[in-house]
C-alpha cells in the first residue's frame, strides 16, 4: 500500500480536475480502462477525455467560464463524464447530493451560487424525484442529459475528436479564484481543490463497479 501512496504538493493541487485526468491519461495510457459501469460497459481514459469534451463543449454555451454548475446524478458513467465534462472548460462542477433533501439543496445552491443543475430525466424518473425536480427549477434552470445528447452539433463532436489527440489546446481553465469544484455533504459544505481527485487519479488506475442504471449519455 505505501507503495502506491502519493505525496502531497500544493502546485499540484491548484490544477484542475480536468488536468489531473490528463496527467494520468499520459501516465498510463489512454487505452486503459478505468470504469465499468452496471452493464459492464467499460470506459477508457480515451473514452472518458472524449466524452468529457463533447458534453463540455455542449454545456459551454449557456455557462460562463468560473460558474458554478450543478451536478444532481447518481454515481455512475454519467456524472462521471458531466463533472470532468463541466471542468475540462473552465466551470466548476458542484456535486449535489439527492438524498440530502430539497432544503439543503437549496442551501447548497444559495451558497455555490448555482443558476443552472445537470441531471437527467430518466435519474428523476426512476428515482420518483419529480417533488425535488420542482422545488429546484423554482431556483435553477435544469439541465438535462438525454436533451444535451439529442442536441449535439457537430461542433460538439468536432471537438471531442480533436480533443482526444490534443486535449489540452481544447479545453480551458476556470479563473484562479474559481474553486475547482464544491462538494456538498450534509450538513457541512465546502469547495474542493484537485487536491481530492488526485490522490484518486494519479495513483495506479483500477476498474471500479459503478452500482447504478446504464449510462444515460453515450458519445
Avoid at 459501469?37 to 480515451?46: F, I, N, P, V
Avoid at 430539497?102 to 426512476?126: D, G, K, M, N, W
Avoid at 435544469?142 to 442536441?151: A, F, P, Q, V
Amino acid at each position: 500500500m505505501a507503495d502506491n501512496a502519493v505525496s502531497y504538493n500544493p502546485a499540484r493541487a491548484r490544477s484542475t480536475l480536468f488536468a489531473a485526468l490528463l496527467e494520468a491519461r499520459d501516465k498510463y495510457g489512454p487505452g486503459r480502462a478505468i470504469l465499468v459501469d452496471g452493464d459492464e460497459l467499460k470506459l477508457t481514459y480515451q473514452d472518458l477525455t472524449r466524452g468529457a469534451l463533447a458534453l463540455g463543449h455542449a454545456l459551454k454555451k449557456n455557462t460562463r467560464k468560473g460558474e458554478a454548475v450543478g451536478v444532481l446524478l447518481p454515481t455512475g458513467i454519467g456524472s462521471v463524464i458531466s463533472v470532468f465534462a463541466l471542468s475540462a472548460y473552465g466551470r466548476v462542477p458542484a456535486m449535489l447530493n439527492f438524498t440530502a433533501g430539497a432544503h439543503s439543496l437549496h442551501a447548497a445552491l444559495r451558497l455555490a451560487q448555482v443558476s443552472r443543475v445537470v441531471t437527467a430525466h430518466r435519474f428523476i424518473e426512476l428515482g420518483k424525484f419529480e417533488a425535488l425536480e420542482s422545488e429546484l427549477k423554482s431556483v435553477a434552470q435544469m439541465i438535462y442529459l438525454e436533451d444535451i445528447r439529442e442536441r449535439l452539433s457537430a461542433f460538439d463532436k468536432g471537438a471531442a475528436v480533436i480533443g482526444s489527440f490534443l486535449p489540452r489546446i481544447i479545453s480551458r481553465r476556470a479563473p484562479k479564484a474559481s474553486p475547482r469544484a464544491w462538494c456538498f455533504r450534509t450538513p457541512i459544505f465546502f469547495p474542493m481543490s484537485s487536491r481530492c481527485a488526485r490522490i484518486s487519479i494519479s495513483m495506479k488506475p483500477t476498474s471500479c463497479s459503478i452500482r447504478s442504471p446504464p449510462s444515460i449519455l453515450s458519445v
